[in-house]
């Protein structure tokens, strides 16, 4: 059974500085670490990491973030408790012609979608490491993903985690789908929702820092990348090269407060087009500084 180094954290009350802004220092002190994610509950956190070293490190530094935080607990947290929790309390999650839903809540009706579409359904096994479509980083991607018409066109997915980004992008017609990540776990996750999709071979899966791509492994129609905000920041070049000339970059794991750092990172060859946001995360649509792009974009 596999266990996931966790860190709990506990906000203190009647601090100095509001529960908001030590959440908010929380975020950036953890923005280089290798969170996996993060359960919040009113008075604390419980944050999850890919290895022991990780949430190690993390310990370490975390208590000179700011008089917020009044206590950090280092533990281990059995991955088979998170799927029995979720089976209480996770349900479907729509996001446009989307729903996103765990195996035990597939056969519901989702009803039509915008304008009377169908539809789609992608089923998620939850696991604590990668995304269920319960995040508003999710979330995000999902809603821009839909209004890129990506219809016979290639995708890469950045940081796939789950596959639900893949799984979206194939079922809204995609021609070809490439689905990476650094996590061997994150592939084998990934492997398991294809096969709760039925799908086969329409979703190559390939493990590995995508920092490290050949350089003829570029010219995707449309690349996703939800990932930290630092991530995106130190992969800006790699990201913004892997872009056909008309192509299209979906971003999110963004807080607003680092927005500006994001476009900054991305200006010298990527424009921003569209722009969605939900509390304090942002997902952008950027495309490539070439006129061709506005016939990737579904009609209104």
Same mark, same amino acid.
């Given at each position: ?156 997915? *950045?940081?796939?985690?789950? $596959?639900? /980004? &893949?799984?979206? %992008?194939?079922? #809204?017609?995609?021609?070809?789908? @490439? !689905?990476? =990540? ?73 807080? *607003?407060?680092?927005?500006? $750092?994001? /476009? &900054?990172?991305? %200006?010298?060859? #990527?424009?921003?087009?569209?722009? @969605? !946001?939900? =509390? ?21």
């Amino acid at each position: 059974m596999r266990t996931w180094p966790a860190l709990s954290i506990h906000f203190a009350s009647g601090g100095s500085q509001s529960e908001s802004e030590a959440r908010d220092l929380l975020l950036a002190a953890l923005n280089d670490a290798r969170v996996t994610a993060i359960q919040e509950f009113d008075d604390r956190w419980i944050v999850f990491f890919a290895d022991a070293a990780d949430r190690d490190q993390a310990a370490a530094v975390l208590p000179g973030s700011g008089p917020g935080i009044d206590s950090i607990e280092v533990m281990d947290v059995p991955d088979d408790d998170w799927a029995r929790r979720s089976q209480r309390n996770l349900t479907p999650v729509r996001v446009g012609r989307i729903v996103v839903t765990p195996p035990w809540a597939s056969d519901t009706e989702p009803g039509a979608g915008p304008a009377g579409e169908r539809a789609i359904t992608i089923i998620i096994q939850p696991s604590m490491g990668f995304g269920t479509g319960h995040h508003a980083t999710t979330r995000l991607c999902l809603d821009l993903l839909q209004r890129i018409d990506v219809s016979g066109k290639t995708v890469l997915d *950045v940081g796939t985690g789950s $596959g639900v /980004l &893949a799984l979206a %992008a194939h079922a #809204l017609g995609a021609r070809t789908v @490439v !689905a990476v =990540d650094d996590d061997p776990d994150a592939i084998e996750s990934a492997r398991e929702n294809l096969a709760l999709n039925g799908i086969g071979e329409g979703i190559d899966l390939r493990l590995g820092d995508f920092r490290g791509m050949p350089q003829a492994d570029t010219g995707w129609d449309v690349v996703t990348a939800n990932l930290t905000g630092g991530l995106l920041v130190r992969g800006a070049e790699v990201l913004s090269t892997s872009v056909a000339p008309g192509g299209a970059l979906v971003v999110s794991g963004v807080t *607003v407060d680092e927005e500006a $750092g994001i /476009l &900054a990172a991305f %200006a010298p060859r #990527l424009k921003p087009v569209a722009r @969605v !946001a939900e =509390d304090e995360w942002v997902g952008i649509v950027y495309r490539s500084l070439s006129p061709d792009l506005p016939t990737l974009f579904a009609a209104p």
